[in-house]
Nanobody
């Protein structure tokens, strides 16, 4: 199973931007749908984005739609999450995850639950505060 590692988390002021990276141990562009999730203190894990392979179709939670953009660079096996217009409620640990192979390479209707994903990174902290 592919291994994933997130980076790019930081403290930023409201209205600011960050780009998170998810480095994969091997190519994902043809084989794995990748999801982005977050967990805020005291809250349940939330699915925020999913990007399918190989066509790159993307899906977003309503809470981030229009502000966050998921993309993938197939040349370096990296998946990105560009986050703009950040709000204090975006403060959380952010995780990327890869589909279980049996679920194929496209995001399913259940992507936001996280149950389709078998490989998870260690997470990166994003703090939005003035």
């Amino acid at each position: 199973q592919v291994q994933l590692a997130e980076s790019g988390g930081d403290k930023v002021q409201p209205g600011g931007s960050l780009r998170l990276s998810c480095a994969a141990s091997r190519p994902t562009s043809d084989y794995y749908a990748i999801g982005w999730f977050r967990r805020a203190p005291g809250k349940e894990r939330e699915g925020i984005a999913c990007i399918s392979a190989p066509n790159g179709d993307t899906y977003y939670a309503d809470s981030v739609k229009g502000r966050f953009t998921a993309s993938r660079d197939n040349a370096d096996n990296t998946i990105y999450l560009q986050m703009n217009s950040l709000k204090p409620e975006d403060t959380a640990v952010y995780y990327c995850a890869a589909h279980w192979p049996l679920y194929g390479n496209r995001c399913l209707n259940t992507w936001a639950t996280g149950t389709d994903f078998g490989s998870w990174g260690q997470g990166t902290q994003v703090t939005v505060s003035s």
